[in-house]
């Protein structure tokens, strides 16, 4: 059973525009919350995170929402470049629990110039 | 300082073989994890080592499957008897402390069941 989920496989944006990246959970015991990026034959590389008593998570180019009620988070990444076209991975914990990671199925990103 | 290495990147094996998995994880991680990716899944938690100690296997299937840390050398993930199911890009990841977001991963061994 899927837990989080990532309904866009794919996401086309133009350079320096902004890409907005969804996702959505089941368990209300998740409280803890990450972004990974991943590079074709690399791992995923953490991103940014959040926890569930923020709503909002800033990082330079990067802002993760959190909206709890709804489940929902999402991913901003202003403005698009080149090296950001990966594959973004959403990841979800019970912070008591924190090890064992439940992750989306992926967003595929690209930037086009 | 070099991440974690994973090998081999790619192994092929047939119904019925064993594969083999090895994590070698970053210096001075003591915590490993590890991840399989079914095609069109997201990664799904497997299990968690320490040196010498399983702690967390709740994610890894009942039959053929094994996990190790020992004292020496890299972790082993260990699948006996491989079915086609098994095919799976498989990532393995470590920290310096438990944590999620310390978990560095390493770039995977996708495995093929022919």
């Known amino acids: 059973d899927q837990q989080v989920k990532q309904n866009s496989p794919s996401l086309s944006v133009q350079e320096g525009r902004i890409s907005i990246l969804n996702c959505d959970y089941t368990n209300s015991m998740f409280d803890y919350f990450l972004w990974y990026k991943k590079y074709p034959a690399e791992g995923p590389t953490f991103l940014i995170s959040i926890s569930s008593i923020k709503d909002k998570n800033e990082d330079g180019r990067f802002t993760v929402f959190l909206n709890k009620s709804a489940k929902h988070l999402s991913l901003h990444i202003v403005p698009s470049q080149p090296g950001d076209s990966a594959v973004y991975f959403c990841?979800?914990?019970?912070?008591?629990?924190?090890?064992?990671?439940?992750f989306g199925a992926g967003t595929t990103v690209t930037v086009r110039a | 300082n070099a991440g974690v290495m994973q090998n081999p990147r790619h192994l092929v094996r047939r119904r019925g073989q064993e594969a083999r998995l090895r994590c070698s994880p970053m210096?001075?991680?003591?915590?490993v994890y590890w991840y399989r990716q079914l095609p069109e899944e997201g990664l799904k938690f497997m299990v968690y080592l320490q040196k010498e100690n399983i702690i967390d296997e709740s994610g890894m299937p009942k039959e053929r499957f094994s996990a190790e840390f020992p004292k020496e050398g890299p972790s082993i993930l260990r699948i006996q008897q491989v079915v086609r199911g098994d095919s799976a890009a498989y990532f393995c990841?470590?920290?310096?402390?438990?944590?999620?977001?310390?978990?560095?991963f390493g770039p995977g061994t996708r495995l093929t069941v022919t």
């Open positions: 990841a470590s920290s310096p402390s438990l944590g999620g977001y310390e978990q560095y």
């Open positions: 990841a979800a914990s019970i912070y008591s629990n924190d090890y064992k990671l439940s």
């Open positions: 210096k001075g991680h003591s915590h």
